[in-house]
């Protein structure tokens, strides 16, 4: 079965520290990796993709995430967090050509 | 482009009662789609549409109807509401199914059934 697992319920920092999201999936097949922030009361956006191109991968807001297979790992990473990126963070996994798999999210705190 | 829009924002049902939730796209896509949203989980897909006429089934359809009679609208149909239903729900799109195409969402909608 595929499934995705988030590491951390809630992960707490300062601002202009650094953020480490992380996300670990098993998947059958190659699979597409995504990054959606959740601000509260909002929809699902969009902050970054893996599509085979390139295991590092930059997103909006200065975030980027790093394929790694042999760890079967998608973590998220950003050198210094803002007040604005406090919101829930979802790994989502589409293994080859079936459905999109949720992780249960990590919320993030930040602290001035 | 408004993207995917939903409404309404809000809803407080009694229990047994019906509704529909609205899901408008204007970008073109085939593909759309129905989560729930349950505290500290993650989305649940309820039910998808490939395009125009044709639907399927997600992880959690029971008690939920979709219908697809045009590309840009997708509504959900609540028939008997339950507790259990209590949720928010978001609709989203996507150009293709498969591979690197991501998934566009509407804002949600909370739905409260008491």
């Known amino acids: 079965a595929q499934s995705v697992t988030q590491l951390d319920s809630h992960v707490s920092v300062s601002e202009g520290t650094p953020v480490l999201l992380r996300c670990n999936y098993s998947?059958?097949?190659?699979?597409?990796l995504f990054w959606y922030v959740q601000h509260p009361n909002k929809g699902l956006q969009l902050l970054l993709k893996?599509?085979?191109?390139?295991?590092l991968v930059k997103g909006i807001n200065g975030f980027e995430a790093e394929f790694k297979k042999s760890e079967t790992s998608f973590h998220l990473t950003k050198p210094s967090a803002h007040m604005s990126d406090a919101a829930e963070y979802f790994c989502?996994?589409?293994?080859?050509?079936?459905?999109?798999?949720f992780g249960t999210g990590t919320r993030l705190l930040v602290s001035p | 482009n408004a993207g995917v829009t939903q409404t309404p924002k809000f809803r407080i049902l009694k229990i047994g009662q019906s509704m529909t939730l609205q899901c408008t796209q204007d970008?073109?896509?085939?593909?759309m789609y129905w989560y729930r949203q349950d505290p500290g989980m993650g989305l649940k897909l309820i039910y998808y549409?490939?395009?125009?006429?044709?639907?399927d089934k997600g992880e959690v359809p029971n008690g939920y109807n979709v219908s697809r009679s045009t590309t840009e609208d997708f509504p959900l149909r609540l028939e008997l509401a339950a507790p259990s239903q209590t949720s928010v729900y978001f609709c989203?799109?996507?150009?293709?199914?498969?591979?690197?195409?991501?998934?566009?969402f509407g804002p949600g909608t909370r739905l409260t059934v008491t």
């Open positions: 549409s490939v395009g125009a006429g044709i639907t």
């Open positions: 893996y599509t085979s191109a390139a295991t």
């Open positions: 998947s059958s097949y190659s699979p597409s």
């Open positions: 970008m073109n896509h085939n593909y």
């Open positions: 989502v996994v589409r293994p080859g050509f079936q459905k999109l798999v």
């Open positions: 989203a799109s996507s150009l293709d199914r498969q591979g690197p195409y991501e998934q566009y």
